[in-house]
T-cell receptor, first 111, second 112 residues
Framework: TQLLEQSPQFLSIQEGENLTVYCNSSSVFSSLQWYRQEPGEGPVLLVTVVTGGEVKKLKRLTFQFGDARKDSSLHITAAQPGDTGLYLCAGAQTGANNLFFGTGTRLTVIP | NAGVTQTPKFRVLKTGQSMTLLCAQDMNHEYMYWYRQDPGMGLRLIHYSVGEGTTAKGEVPDGYNVSRLKKQNFLLGLESAAPSQTSVYFC???????????FGQGTRLTVV
């Protein structure tokens, strides 16, 4: 059973377009992290959101944590080829011993 | 400033062979983890450690063993490799158990 479902699984867009990636669950998380992973590398943390309804911006990337802390979204404005990669969300639960990773969204930005 | 280092980066094993994956971190982190990554499955936790001398099972521990004899090292062992263990393995460490995880570059293991 996958606690965190990401959609879409694959996304291919043209440079300059906007996109949104979703991370959904029926479970509540105390915090949620977003990572980006490039081919042949390990995931690298982009952001952590902690409060329900929280919005964080990282240049052209906007992250939002759902009010009920069960879901999150990542919006990219004016995508660039350098944004290409696998985006992973990961949730932490009080009392659990590890992060639960989502299934991932593989983004390709075509120049 | 190495961060998390995994060795080897690639390995091919025959069914039934054994091997050990090595992970070293230089950030003085208490928490260390071993994940496997398979297409469409995300990252799944195999084993983890909350400090030197401690280990615990994660989501998919069967067929694997681990040891944390030194704080900076976390070893993952496969005693009798099976084709189902073909995967990319990542080691990670963190200062807090739910804090930012720092990952190694991965080990691509193929069992034939």
């Amino acid at each position: 059973t996958q606690l965190l479902e990401q959609s879409p699984q694959f996304l291919s867009i043209q440079e300059g377009e906007n996109l949104t990636v979703y991370c959904n669950s029926s479970s509540v998380f105390s915090s949620l992290q977003w990572y980006r992973q490039e081919p042949g590398e390990g995931p690298v943390l982009l952001v952590t959101v902690v409060t329900g309804g929280e919005v964080k911006k990282l240049k052209r990337l906007t992250f939002q944590f759902g009010d009920a802390r069960k879901d999150s979204s990542l919006h990219i404005t004016a995508a660039q080829p350098g944004d290409t990669g696998l985006y992973l969300c990961a949730g932490a639960q009080t009392g659990a011993n590890n992060l639960f990773f989502g299934t991932g969204t593989r983004l390709t930005v075509i120049p | 400033n190495a961060g998390v280092t995994q060795t080897p980066k690639f390995r091919v094993l025959k069914t039934g062979q054994s091997m050990t994956l090595l992970c070293a971190q230089d950030m003085n982190h208490e928490y260390m983890y071993w994940y496997r990554q398979d297409p469409g499955m995300g990252l799944r936790l195999i084993h983890y450690s909350v400090g030197e001398g401690t280990t615990a099972k994660g989501e998919v521990p069967d067929g694997y063993n681990v040891s944390r004899l030194k704080k900076q090292n976390f070893l993952l062992g496969l005693e009798s490799a099976a084709p189902s263990q073909t995967s990319v393995y990542f080691c990670a460490s963190s200062y807090l158990w739910s804090g930012e995880a720092f990952f190694g570059q991965g080990t691509r293991l193929t069992v034939v």
